[in-house]
């Protein structure tokens, strides 16, 4: 418990890498290959994977992409601290009508597994669509539900308590270092019996 | 990374327990601190939970559930076979109007936790709602997202390949062992680049 405790801790979204550091695309499928083993709703396991870890696709990828809504002024990571994969998470709806959480179970496998081996992601749900099917061939029975951000991490992320006006919007201080606000545990639960 | 893959895979859905075994309150309030860490939707943190080791409790929230749909012919486990805690998963209403698979991540991060310390759970989305909001004086600001079920595990279950019938559905066999069919990891990946 103690060290997956720590690993859940240690797993903060983050958002600027070290865009020399590269990732073989066979550690995105050994990542896949945990999303497969997940529950899924009724065990259908309609979700459906497109890995890169190509230049190419990984600038298009990127340009996707809305980064850190809560920082107005930075549009994202500079070249030097891009992502060097991403793994695109879809629903196949010749498999199913409703994904339910299932790319939630997925994705957080996925991030808490990259995590494990010293590597960082981002979630990202705020995706331009249509320019992403266009730069991956993306059939219209796949729906895209995620894109996962990944790469060696290059930065410092703090968890910090929600302030007494409840405001959840991250920042980042002077020094860079980002900081994310975090509700208290008892204001998560509700009762207890 | 081994270790979290070993977890990954130990991390069944289990529907049978041992009965005798209790968990205490504050093992699931460590659970939800573990769901408290988690990524969430332009970081709202929406969910709220209620937490039940009591036995009256656990009965009522018991009979609000739909048990394996596949296994048409058990209605559930029977009393010494039951989970002796909950952890219901709610979305707060006042604080998002969606919540995306916030869910999904918390649930996913709830039972590895409890894998990683030798329990085991399911998750449950076909709930009798507003009989459980009844016995749990669930507020309507509350939406009911999930319902995790927890306990020793007391049964053994298996991991099968899809057949070439592509049927997903688990089944138990004569030894009453669990099975549950996952699709190959070739079929879930569309393109790699």
Chains 1, 2 share one sequence.
Request: charged content about 25%.
């Amino acid at each position: 418990m103690n060290s997956f405790q720590k690993l859940v801790k240690q797993n903060r979204s983050c958002r600027r890498f070290d865009n020399h550091h590269k990732i073989d695309p066979q550690t995105l499928e050994e990542l896949v290959d945990l999303a497969r083993h997940c529950a899924s709703a009724g065990n259908k396991q309609p979700l459906k994977y497109i890995l890169s870890t190509s230049k190419q696709k990984n600038d298009q990828i990127f340009s996707c992409l809305g980064w850190a809504a809560y920082l107005t002024d930075w549009k994202g990571p500079e070249k030097a601290e891009q992502p060097t994969a991403y793994i695109v998470v879809m629903g196949d709806k010749t498999v199913a009508d409703n994904f339910w959480c299932d790319h939630g179970i997925a994705a957080q496998t996925i991030l808490l597994g990259a995590r494990a081996q010293g590597l960082a992601g981002c979630m990202f749900g705020s995706i331009h669509i249509k320019r992403l099917a266009d730069f991956l061939h993306i059939d219209d029975h796949l729906e895209v539900k995620l894109v996962i951000a990944l790469g060696k991490p290059a930065e410092t992320i703090i968890i910090d308590e929600v302030d007494a006006n409840g405001d959840i919007r991250y920042f980042r201080d002077e020094n860079q270092v980002h900081h994310v606000p975090k509700r208290k545990l008892s204001d998560l639960i509700v009762s207890t019996w």
